[in-house]
Nanobody, 125 residues
């Protein structure tokens, strides 16, 4: 099992920045691809960003490309999401996820088998 715990969410004005963290514990050696997803009220969960095991490969959803940066520190067993130039439409619960089966980055929630509880990000206009 892999346990994931997000932190760093909060309330920020449009144009501001937040940095989300995801601490992994348990059998973290099983984690390969890791990612961030978000879900706004009344909407389906959507892909935000993903990163490969060695951090060399990343993928971003078009709405966040150029504004968000995903990174990881395997030594600290942590995943990060730096969010800059935030917009009100970025308001959502952000969750980190880990895949123990995929080597290539994925945008599909079903490819990720462990999830954190999520952290709320609210961007005011």
């Amino acid at each position: 099992q892999v346990q994931l715990a997000e932190s760093g969410g909060g309330l920020v004005q449009a144009g501001g920045s937040l940095r989300l963290s995801c601490a992994a514990s348990g059998r973290t050696y099983r984690s390969r691809v890791m990612g961030w997803f978000r879900q706004a009220p009344g909407k389906e969960r959507e892909f935000v960003a993903a990163i490969g095991w060695d951090g060399g490969t990343t993928d971003y959803a078009d709405p966040v490309k150029g504004r968000f940066t995903i990174s990881k520190d395997n030594a600290k067993m942590s995943l990060y999401l730096q969010m800059d130039s935030l917009k009100p439409e970025d308001t959502a619960v952000y969750s980190c996820a880990a895949s123990t089966t995929r080597w290539a980055v994925s945008r599909t929630p079903a490819d990720f088998d462990f999830w954190g509880q999520g952290t709320q990000v609210t961007v005011s206009s």
